[in-house]
């Protein structure tokens, strides 16, 4: 039988797995004091930042040796995630909506949705090097065979600043089940694994001309500093994913920026790459090294992960790229509204075809009826528009609430959307239930 590919939910399955090699290796456990501390009622993911958390890994870390060194973070996540802004997946945390009225056009660092596919590393920006280098460079005799880059380097080049949304390929996967009964593998999102933020940093097109880029080149793979990625036990490599020269050149940047501020380590300090429109998997963080080939490059992620395979689809599919259209209610799934009080709904609405958002519509009769909501303010494309609209819930009982988004290019949200394994790309109009009183 074929080997199942990897895929969100296989990893998901081995991060346990990873973390207790991890741990075993950072802090001399061994595999039978893991489980001891487990079984003391301790989550292993408490062990980590340095401080380790239960009276058994205490007395384990003070027979240490002096020489051991620091314990490196093991917390999949950095950044706290309080249950009102977040809803945890594993190594993933999902942004709440409904939290997301009180926010502006930029979502903040600490308010970002987090996709890890296994933890945050903590880097050493004084040793971080960006490696550049591959049959697509054009070397000098007596150059070393890579392109070396600081972030001091880095940060006196030409910058750029973009605003951008970071989506992942598999956000609203949980409505393939919820909405169409057909549950795809992977992590269940709802609408909340997207955010934008202003990015600064140098454009990918100036780092691979000063690194010396031939004409011949046709495929650049950057590459990340977090663990290798463990899946049905086999081995998968760092985190990568390769680009065409075509997009990379285009406007593919090097952010070391997140709204104003050094990027935070769970959203890929010092450096990460961003593919404005594209799935996420193409925004790779913690970036290590860039290959830049004159031939065509491969990786798991772009043979078999995030590719449409499944249903209808045929096998030789391509990888997928840019993002479907969206919206979503700024509010919680249940919320309770007033029979006879008037009320304005919130949203936002975005695309990654590099067309912006072109109208919003509302129904709260089942997709009969459609209005027009009103667009607010920044309407960027490859990031979002806000909208809002008024709203009279006349009757009391359960109510769905649907919302759907057509960008210039004409492209708009379905009733249903044609299933795929990994769940990626749900783009149909989400029923957003209330309740009213
Ligand atoms: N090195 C590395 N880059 C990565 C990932 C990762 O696990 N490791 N996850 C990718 C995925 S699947 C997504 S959706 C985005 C998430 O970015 P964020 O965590 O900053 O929101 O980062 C991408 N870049
Ligand atoms: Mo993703």
Redesign the pocket.
């Known amino acids: 039988m074929h080997r199942r590919g990897i895929d969100e939910a296989d990893y998901d399955a081995d991060r346990a797995e990873q973390l207790a090699h991890r741990l075993q290796r950072e802090h001399g456990l061994s595999r039978r004091q893991l489980f001891q501390v487990a079984a003391a009622g301790a989550p292993l993911l408490l062990l980590g930042r340095g401080a380790l958390a239960t009276p058994a890994a205490r007395a384990q870390a003070a027979t240490a040796p002096p020489t051991a060194p620091a314990p490196a973070a093991a917390t999949p996540i950095v950044k706290p995630l309080p249950p009102e802004w977040f809803d945890p997946f594993g190594t993933n945390a999902e942004m709440r909506w409904a939290a997301a009225h009180e926010l502006g056009y930029e979502i903040p660092a600490e308010r ?7 933890a945050t590393p903590a880097i050493d920006v004084a040793t971080w090097r960006l490696r550049v280098f591959g049959s697509g460079l054009r070397r000098r005799p007596g150059q070393p065979e890579a392109a070396e880059f600081s972030l001091a380097d880095l940060e006196r080049l030409p910058a750029r600043t973009q605003t951008a949304f ?4 598999g956000n609203g996967r949980s409505f393939y089940a919820g909405q169409q009964g057909t549950p795809a593998s992977g992590t269940q999102w709802r609408l909340g ?1 997207v ?1 934008v933020a202003r990015w600064r940093g140098v454009p990918l097109a100036e780092v691979l001309e000063r690194a010396g880029l031939k004409r011949s080149a046709v495929d650049v793979l950057p590459e ?3 663990a290798n990625v463990v899946s049905g036990g086999v081995d998968q490599g ?2 990568r994913r390769p680009l065409p020269i075509s997009k990379a050149l285009d406007d593919a940047l090097i952010a070391y920026e997140m709204n104003g501020q050094p990027l935070p380590p ?3 300090f010092p450096a ?1 790459l961003i593919v404005p429109g594209w ?3 193409a ?4 970036l290590g090294q860039i290959e830049v080939a004159d031939t065509p490059l491969f990786s798991p992620w772009n043979t078999t992960s995030y590719r449409l395979v499944g249903g209808d689809y045929p096998v030789d599919s391509p990888p997928i790229t840019t993002q479907v259209v969206k919206s979503a209610f700024e509010l919680p799934f249940g919320a309770e509204f007033r029979r006879g009080r008037p009320t304005l709904l919130h949203g936002r609405a975005w695309s990654g075809s590099g067309a912006s958002i072109r109208a919003v519509e509302f129904s709260d009769d089942g997709g009969r009826c459609w209005r027009r909501t009103l667009l607010h303010g920044r309407n960027r494309p490859n990031a979002w528009v806000r909208w809002s609209v008024p709203w009279l819930p006349r009757s009391a009982g359960a109510v769905e609430l649907r919302a759907r988004a057509i960008d210039w290019r004409g492209n708009t949200q379905p009733a249903t959307t044609p299933f795929n394994t990994n769940g990626y790309l749900y783009g149909a109009v989400v029923r957003h239930p209330v309740t009213v009183v």
Do not use: M
């Open positions: 970002f949705f987090v996709r890890n596919h296994t970071v989506e992942c390929a694994a955010g990340g500093l977090d760092r985190v769970d959203h890929g990460r799935i996420g998997i925004s790779i963080k913690w």
